[in-house]
């Protein structure tokens, strides 16, 4: 099992309490209507693992997938399938592990993370529609929410509380990756935009061309003041500061507008930029040069980071150990 698998774990330590939260946008995943969602779908040690779950957590990563672009075929799916079935086989191990884990004032914590779950609703009566329509009581959803609250704690007592990293560790990461803490040169720009609307007409094209083409001169030959004219005619909120756009690095803009920005000297002003926003005028007002961000700075994220790595490994190899001695059945049809 990977350390991206038991991150899925601990962050659905309990799926229904993990997905109650999720499910107030989710479809059900595709063909899970067809299914009995109390159906298991594999069992651990004889503890199910129920078709509902499944489909919870496939409904939550087919959505990402397809906000990223990315359309399964039915084979795909239900390979997919199988792999987040394996996933929950490895979550529920983890749970039983932790089970017998005591875990101080335990209720304010079941309360405090319920409350946080309720407080992400407009009102209490959307959270009681919601917990309806993913078959859930609220005595279901502190169950599972106290089920999370002690694999969190398991996880702590027996791993990341043990996991030491010291200095010689995090020097050497440093003096290992120096592109992770390298940063880049910026300059600082300000600008002033016309927007022009995707369906304008040619005429009010060539208006909104004429009104950045007189900004532009007001503040080249007519000099006048950079910010006094973009608060006076910029579309851009950025006008409320006279234009600043603040540091930023190359390719964090615009094509159009990055390749002029990056053109300028400090002090030039640019010819006009057409971009899919419309007409920018750009002012060069700054620049940062390129530097590595020192060790002291940087020690306690190379810290967070390794000790998270290390947590990662062990507990992977922990689950791993834990399912050979589980008994597992796989009933997924």
């Given at each position: 099992m990977t350390s991206k698998t038991w991150k899925l774990i601990l962050t659905t330590a309990c799926a229904l309490a993990g997905t109650f939260v999720l499910a107030q946008s989710q479809p059900a995943a595709p063909g899970a209507a067809a299914d009995n969602p109390d159906e298991a779908v594999a069992k651990v040690n004889d503890k199910a693992i129920t078709r509902r779950q499944l489909n919870d957590v496939m409904a939550n990563?087919?959505?990402?997938?397809?906000?990223?672009?990315?359309?399964?075929?039915?084979?795909?799916?239900?390979?997919?399938?199988?792999?987040?079935l394996g996933k929950l086989v490895d979550q529920e191990v983890l749970i039983q592990a932790a089970s017998k884990t005591q875990v101080p004032d335990v209720d304010k914590k079941v309360d405090d993370q319920i409350a946080q779950i309720k407080a992400s609703f407009p009102d209490p009566k959307m959270f009681e529609e919601q917990l309806k329509k993913v078959g859930r009581s609220a005595e279901q959803l502190r169950a599972d929410v106290r089920q999370m609250v002690t694999v969190q704690a398991f996880v702590e007592s027996e791993f990341a509380g043990k996991v030491k990293i010291g200095d010689d560790q995090i020097k050497a990461f440093y003096d290992e990756h120096p592109d992770y803490f390298a940063k880049p040169a910026q300059i600082r720009a300000s600008h002033i935009l016309v927007t022009v609307p995707q369906d304008a007409s040619d005429d009010v094209k060539k208006a909104k061309r004429a009104a950045i083409d007189k900004a532009r001169e007001r503040v080249t030959t007519g000099k006048e003041d950079f910010a006094k004219v973009a608060a006076e005619v910029s579309d851009c909120p950025s006008k409320q500061k006279g234009g600043d756009l603040e540091f930023f690095g190359k390719g964090q803009m615009v094509a159009e507008f990055d390749k002029a920005a990056f053109a300028l000297k400090p002090g030039d002003i640019s010819d006009v930029v057409t971009t899919q926003f419309g007409y920018h005028v750009i002012k060069h007002t700054g620049e940062q040069a390129a530097e590595k961000r020192p060790l002291d700075a940087m020690k306690d994220s190379i810290e967070k980071f390794l000790k998270k790595r290390e947590v990662d490994k062990q507990l992977a190899q922990f689950v791993e150990a834990q399912r050979k001695t589980a008994k597992v059945e796989t009933l997924l049809k």
């Amino acid at each position: 099992m990977t350390s991206k698998t038991w991150k899925l774990i601990l962050t659905t330590a309990c799926a229904l309490a993990g997905t109650f939260v999720l499910a107030q946008s989710q479809p059900a995943a595709p063909g899970a209507a067809a299914d009995n969602p109390d159906e298991a779908v594999a069992k651990v040690n004889d503890k199910a693992i129920t078709r509902r779950q499944l489909n919870d957590v496939m409904a939550n990563d087919l959505r990402m997938l397809e906000q990223r672009g990315t359309q399964l075929t039915p084979e795909q799916r239900l390979g997919y399938e199988r792999q987040v079935l394996g996933k929950l086989v490895d979550q529920e191990v983890l749970i039983q592990a932790a089970s017998k884990t005591q875990v101080p004032d335990v209720d304010k914590k079941v309360d405090d993370q319920i409350a946080q779950i309720k407080a992400s609703f407009p009102d209490p009566k959307m959270f009681e529609e919601q917990l309806k329509k993913v078959g859930r009581s609220a005595e279901q959803l502190r169950a599972d929410v106290r089920q999370m609250v002690t694999v969190q704690a398991f996880v702590e007592s027996e791993f990341a509380g043990k996991v030491k990293i010291g200095d010689d560790q995090i020097k050497a990461f440093y003096d290992e990756h120096p592109d992770y803490f390298a940063k880049p040169a910026q300059i600082r720009a300000s600008h002033i935009l016309v927007t022009v609307p995707q369906d304008a007409s040619d005429d009010v094209k060539k208006a909104k061309r004429a009104a950045i083409d007189k900004a532009r001169e007001r503040v080249t030959t007519g000099k006048e003041d950079f910010a006094k004219v973009a608060a006076e005619v910029s579309d851009c909120p950025s006008k409320q500061k006279g234009g600043d756009l603040e540091f930023f690095g190359k390719g964090q803009m615009v094509a159009e507008f990055d390749k002029a920005a990056f053109a300028l000297k400090p002090g030039d002003i640019s010819d006009v930029v057409t971009t899919q926003f419309g007409y920018h005028v750009i002012k060069h007002t700054g620049e940062q040069a390129a530097e590595k961000r020192p060790l002291d700075a940087m020690k306690d994220s190379i810290e967070k980071f390794l000790k998270k790595r290390e947590v990662d490994k062990q507990l992977a190899q922990f689950v791993e150990a834990q399912r050979k001695t589980a008994k597992v059945e796989t009933l997924l049809k």
